[in-house]
């Protein structure tokens, strides 16, 4: 599912080692922060589309558009991009799953982006990847073929999904959901996709998405099932080793999982024994939507320990972000990464990956004021080399959300921290938000926290702390003068993201955070209500300006 539709060469270093025991060649403090891309099949082809509605449908279109796909991320900080081959079928004439054109009649039945796929088979392209991979290693950029271990997409079209999914039932949790990993068969039916895709390509390395989609047993079946997908992870890597071998350079094994090794276990995905045991070389921890989680590096690496030691742990953020669940979710923008990447950094990530940001690198990326005028965020290419830039992240605007983790086991205790009850006559509502490291005492901060549409949310009072230090109180944001923007909830989660914080909330509270009281990592930040009717808070953001003369605008 995508959100929008609108480098530098590989480093010297390497972020992976080989074995259990190998030591991990991690950049160096002042080095550039990996960038990894993931690029979903759709996205793939939403490139070559463009480029024939443009110029026609022909091969020498097709070709140079590809090119072009990959050459676009030449310097923009981009290091590593991630193929995604597939959704319940696969972009290319594979020899053991369907492809988006294996249907009975394809003329009609395969319609929207896979239709591209089609068109490019009558071309005689029957595998795009094929060019994409290396083109990409010829441009400096690592490839890497990415799998969706499970794909939620249109599994109740036959047209867009596996024959087996479709016509086994017996096959799938709760037979009308995903397909379900305690069947043999179903293990099969991926690993073979693994073994083929090592097999065809020159990659440097595999990743196992588990977080498209992470339903992958009945819930009294997930004690058992850790067992099955940990034998399943090892063959996978027997697989890459033996791809390696045959190449003759290490060709690594990535596992994309939920955001804290707690969520992972409890899902079925024990990744830190994958790790421990030389399983996996990389573990991506990620949630399912929104972006700019508060990722437990540090965890991590601790549960890991030194048995583990070179399995590099990588940080994903999406294309947009949000506080609270089934709320509005903001667009991911510059800003937000330089937080994100301040954050992770910090905390000893060993690089950046970015899910469902596949438009075009030039792409310009679009804010708005409260009056609904649209303002320029820079190119997605900016975006990209924020993600890449480690000093800069600390230098430039930073904005860190209190975003939500949304990729969750059952039965967990984690309970996101907005939205927070505020009463008069209630102890402060209280959040802790991680910022990496602290802004120079120069710097402008200001606390944005959006308030629900409640009775008196215009004249309720208010009182913010940070560390204990009190926090000047500033004019709130305007209010939207667009009857849509002003929406208390969204209609469902297809709403478009919102562009303004004023837009987020009816009424967004603003105060001046004393540069000085800010400290590395966490942050207690206190809000205490002192007058007015019972209120909600649905949204908290800061915002670290070192270079601000004057509050930039939200």
């Given at each position: ?11 010297a ?92 009649d394809?003329e ?25 991979i ?75 998405d ?19 997908l ?10 890459t ?28 995905f024990?990744a ?66 330089r ?17 469902n ?49 949304d ?38 901060c200001r ?16 009182a ?28 469902n ?62």
């Amino acid at each position: 599912m995508t959100c929008f539709r609108t480098v530098l060469t590989v480093p010297a270093f390497c972020l992976v080692a080989s074995g259990a025991g190998a030591q991990s060649d991690r950049p160096a403090s002042g080095a550039p922060m990996p960038v990894l891309v993931n690029m979903a099949a759709d996205g793939v082809v939403h490139f070559v589309a463009h480029q024939f509605r443009k110029e026609g449908t022909n091969r020498a279109v097709a070709e140079a558009a590809l090119d072009r796909e990959v050459d676009q991320y030449v310097d923009t900080g981009v290091s590593h991009l991630f193929w995604n081959v597939n959704y319940q079928r696969v972009g290319y004439n594979s020899r053991i799953w369907p492809s988006y054109w294996d249907v009975p009649d394809p003329e009609t039945q395969v319609t929207e982006w896979p239709r591209t796929y089609y068109l490019l088979h009558k071309l005689g392209i029957d595998d795009v990847f094929a060019r994409l991979i290396p083109r990409s290693r010829a441009k400096g950029i690592s490839p890497w073929i990415s799998l969706r271990m499970n794909d939620h997409h249109y599994f109740n079209d036959f047209s867009r999904v596996s024959p087996l999914l479709f016509n086994h039932p017996e096959l799938r949790v709760n037979r009308n959901g995903l397909f379900n990993y305690a069947k043999p068969e179903v293990r099969d039916h991926y690993m073979k996709l693994i073994a083929e895709v090592l097999e065809r390509y020159d990659i440097d390395g595999v990743e196992l998405d588990w977080i498209r989609t992470p339903n992958n047993f009945h819930a009294h079946e997930l004690d058992a099932g850790r067992e099955v997908l940990t034998a399943f992870v090892r063959e996978a890597h027997r697989h890459t080793r033996a791809a390696a071998q045959r190449l003759g350079h290490p060709v690594k094994l990535a596992a994309r999982v939920p955001a804290t090794p707690e969520f992972a276990y409890k899902k079925g995905f024990d990744a830190v024994r994958w790790a421990r045991d030389g399983l996996v070389d990389m573990i991506v921890a990620s949630d399912f939507w929104s972006g700019c989680g508060d990722f437990p590096i540090e965890r991590w690496r601790a549960q890991i320990g030194p048995d583990g030691a070179a399995c590099t742990i990588i940080a994903c953020t999406q294309c947009t972000y949000s506080c609270v669940p089934k709320g509005f979710q903001f667009v991911h923008n510059v800003a937000s990464q330089r937080g994100f990447t301040a954050s992770m950094a910090d905390r000893g990530a060993d690089g950046i990956y970015l899910f469902n940001l596949f438009s075009a690198v030039s792409g310009i990326r679009r804010m708005r004021t409260p009056e609904g005028k649209t303002v320029e965020d820079g190119t997605l290419a900016d975006l990209f080399r924020a993600a890449a830039d480690r000093e800069g992240a600390s230098s430039g605007r930073r904005l860190h959300p209190l975003a939500l983790h949304d990729c969750l086991p059952d039965k967990t205790d984690y309970r996101p921290q907005l939205p927070a009850a505020t009463a008069a006559d209630k102890p402060a509502a209280s959040f802790r938000l991680h910022i990496g490291p602290p802004p120079a005492a120069s710097a402008s901060c200001r606390l944005f926290i959006g308030l629900y549409a409640t009775n008196g949310v215009e004249s309720a009072q208010f009182a913010a702390r940070v560390n204990g230090t009190a926090c000047k109180p500033l004019p709130g944001l305007p209010r939207p003068e667009n009857p849509e923007h002003l929406k208390p909830q969204p209609d469902n989660w297809m709403t478009p993201p919102r562009r303004n914080l004023s837009e987020l909330a009816a009424r967004v509270l603003v105060f001046d955070a004393p540069a000085a009281a800010l400290t590395r990592g966490y942050n207690a930040i206190e809000l205490a209500q002192t007058g007015g009717l019972p209120q909600t808070a649905t949204w908290l953001e800061l915002e670290i300006d070192p270079a601000a003369t004057e509050p930039a605008k939200p």
